[in-house]
């Protein structure tokens, strides 16, 4: 996203739905992203209880099965390259995109305790990655971690290029983006203006879900019942 970053309100109320209702509502808002735009593969859920995270995108690949030299001025380089980039590459809070590019995607867990207390610091809020993540119990509190699976060590793991655009999950991501993730996945918002409508878009919904739950919910519901709740929704505006 180019335009200019949500309020810390804006941010606050997307944070109120999960992402199913965010999705819900973009298929009204950008009809035409409904098919793609989200997360399409099983992701684990480190902490299924924290509610849904709100944050623009850093993004970069990794890889962890190949001897590395972490010493190499090279090798330093890089990881204070990224620390920076995810510092400064974009407006606060971050969510980080990571994908992994190793031949088994999942071989070493680049989160752990340690980097995500460092990326909290920094203004991260939580990660969607297509690799595996360790430690969870001593994990940064209050940080989010959707991954492929848990893993025990890190082995070789680095990252290797930043911000740039990558797919995790099935969802490509692009620098900047704004990403909603809860324990069933994430979602690109594709604008400012779609994330300044969702709230309003996804109360009409679930105005209009409301009206078939209490309907099918009644004793005497029935195949006419239902019609009738049917057309009862459509009328809510």
Not at 109 to 127: D, I, M, R
Not at 174 to 203: N, Y
Request: hydrophobic share 40%.
């Amino acid at each position: 996203m180019s335009e200019a970053p949500l309020t810390q309100e804006e941010l606050d109320a997307l944070r109120r739905y999960d992402t199913p209702t965010v999705c819900n509502a973009l298929e009204l808002i950008v009809p035409e992203r409904r098919g793609y735009g989200y997360t399409v593969e099983q992701l684990f859920c480190a902490r299924p209880e924290l509610p849904p995270i709100v944050g623009y995108a850093r993004t970069g690949t990794t890889k962890s099965m190949e001897p590395y030299d972490f010493g190499s001025a090279d090798a330093k380089k890089q990881r204070t390259d990224w620390y920076e980039y995810v510092a400064t590459g974009g407006p606060t809070p971050s969510v980080v995109l990571l994908q992994d590019i190793d031949p088994i995607p999942v071989y070493g867990a680049f989160w752990g305790e340690v980097q995500s207390n460092v990326h909290k610091g920094l203004g991260c809020v939580g990660t969607v990655t297509s690799g595996s993540i360790r430690d969870i119990p001593d994990c940064a509190e209050g940080f989010q971690l959707l991954a492929k699976m848990e893993a025990p060590s890190h082995a070789y793991v680095h990252t290797v290029a930043m911000d740039v655009e990558v797919t995790v999950a099935g969802m490509t991501v692009k620098p900047g983006d704004l990403i909603h993730a809860d324990r069933q996945g994430a979602v690109v918002i594709p604008s400012a203006d779609a994330a300044r409508r969702i709230p309003e878009t996804a109360d009409l919904i679930s105005r209009r879900e409301a009206v078939l739950i209490k309907a099918s919910q009644q004793p005497d519901f029935d195949f006419d019942k239902l019609v009738k709740a049917i057309g009862d929704a459509a009328e809510i505006h």
